[in-house]
């Protein structure tokens, strides 16, 4: 918790620019057949073949996506990765490269974007891909990091957001919620911290939520399942703002309604007694509270038998006509209209 | 000069996330039939065929990058494609599609991003490149642009730094200076702006060089020009940094050294005048000034017949054994070791 004050400190306008970047990915490997030319001249060069190529971009910016008091520059550049990488997989693609960019305040020491590069090279190394190119400059505050991602896939296998029918189910991967419950536990701590700062926080009852919060895992694991049992989903999209919102651009680009169960959303047993004691409702927290970087996807019905009983999948409820709308079946079998919650960075 | 505070202001937080990304890039079309998928879903869909893809990102940081109280933001929009374009051109390929991430605080109205983004759309139609991704978010202070700008070449046609061999001509494409000496006028008008807003500056006699700084244009016409003239340059790279930056980078990746005449350098007249006026040596300027957005590159002698006498290149210098060193042969026929002038952002 809270930064080390004490640690090495090398200023940045000790190196300059080009130094900065050969010091940063000097250890970063090329592993990708398709990465002709790397870091080091005006553009990488890349050949993909007769594949087509999914290209995503996400910017995460100190104060609005990312907390330093709690978050570790490592996870933070581990986090930057998969939150590109989940858009890769949930186009049904293979991830190939990214490039990196940060803007950066004179606050931050040339060990702190050591830090911050090894969690971008640890998740390069895990989901086998190349670093190929980025830009480092300075800021007059914080810390920015720009991320573009490449994947691969072939011509027929883009699974866009508006493919589903009518009768598709609606299925999720893991479970909802842990990484919203794992960022109030991190603010309670702040708080404590701030009124007491010997008071180190015991997060050991949190473990499972935390971690979903400060080291999400993209579901590359996913994409290859599908290969694997020869599944086409008709429409995908990550969970990165929650499922709710993420339903709704389903609906909405494939022009079709929803029923969605509440007693079906998936829920690890930490979520729930977390939710407990926080006193907040969890089927809200599942709907709203986003970061948690699963897939939500529909297939036809024929294609039940293959996900069935896959504790990977679970199956929350089922596309409509358009005209039936979209909507929450609660336990106590009412329907509710569901709405988006909206993108409330602006309000801050 | 100076922003207008009484124009239309519309708050962003009216518009949410996916409000702000839909109207900002409704009017933008698509031409190039390697885009599969645009905007609107979680990545974009390319399709390069069996061509080689080039790969750039360049981040611009208000304050660092940027001054918006003399660079309108429908100049910073097209400044900021231009600034990519110039890579992928520096690789000898054409560019083919952007995308465009911004961090924006509260201070900017919706009015003003559609500014921005109109400068954007317009190096997109002018330079015939696709918009086909981007993030939108907050920040809480300036704005930030990163564009990621992607290309195609044939596969033997990538050219890198690192191919100049001794003997080689020292090319360059246009004049070089005009942006920086554009920026110490801009500035100059900005101090006496500060002591009386009443005084309208006269940027009449400085009009080139103005636009240098504010409406650089990438040198797509070059690649072009290649092409026509079956001329393959042994090495480029683009002048972002100054023309001494740039052949020392030529110099340390091919292993060679240089010989750079100073009075060779082309510079335009407006360039040496304004420099007399400031009483700074244009030589200096033209070395480390920076922003030019112009091509350097080396040829083979055998080559020299076909750019001879063209007025878009002129021939500045010659590549030498590495151990020669990398010099500038003055006017008075004396050589000065070139030094890199580093990069000053992070001393601001």
Same sequence: chains 1, 2.
Avoid at 55 to 66: I, K, P, R
Avoid at 268 to 296: H, K, M, R, W
């Amino acid at each position: 918790m809270i930064e080390d004050k004490n640690q090495e400190r090398t200023s940045l306008s000790e190196l300059g620019e080009f130094g900065l970047i050969d010091h940063l990915t000097k250890h970063f490997e090329i592993k990708q057949e398709s990465t002709i030319k790397s870091i080091g001249d005006d553009a990488a060069v890349l050949n993909f073949e007769n594949k087509n190529v999914v290209v995503t971009t996400d910017l995460l910016v100190e104060g609005v996506h990312f907390d330093l008091s709690y978050m570790p520059l490592k996870h933070l550049g581990y986090k930057a990765v998969m939150v590109n990488l989940s858009d890769v997989y949930a186009m049904n693609a293979s991830a190939t490269q990214i490039t990196v960019s940060i803007a950066v305040s004179n606050r931050f020491s040339l060990e702190a974007l050591e830090e911050l590069y090894s969690g971008i090279e640890t998740a390069a190394r895990l989901y086998n891909i190349d670093v190929v190119g980025g830009d480092t400059t300075s800021s007059n505050t914080g810390l920015l990091i720009s991320v573009t991602a490449f994947g691969v896939l072939k011509k027929d296998k883009a699974v866009y957001r508006s493919g589903a029918k009518p009768n598709d189910l609606l299925v999720v991967t893991g479970d909802l919620g842990g990484a919203y419950m794992g960022l109030q536990v991190l603010e309670r701590e702040k708080e404590v911290y701030k009124v007491n700062p010997n008071n180190q926080p015991d997060l050991q009852p949190y473990t499972y939520i935390v971690e979903r919060q400060l080291k999400p895992e993209a579901r590359k694991d996913i994409v290859k399942l599908f290969d694997h049992l020869d599944i086409k989903p008709t429409a995908m999209i990550d969970i990165s703002d929650g499922l709710s919102s993420e339903i709704l651009h389903i609906c909405k680009q494939s022009n079709v309604g929803c029923d969605l169960y509440e007693n079906k959303i998936p829920l690890d047993p930490q979520v729930i007694s977390v939710c407990e004691e926080f006193n907040i409702d969890s089927t809200t927290v599942a709907l709203n509270g986003g970061e948690d970087y699963e897939l939500l996807f529909t297939i036809s019905q024929d294609d039940y038998p293959k996900i069935k009983a896959n504790p990977n999948f679970t199956v929350i409820g089922f596309m409509t006509e358009q005209e039936k709308g979209v909507h929450l079946v609660t336990r106590a079998d009412t329907k509710i209209a569901l709405k988006a919650q909206g993108w409330k960075n602006f309000n801050a």
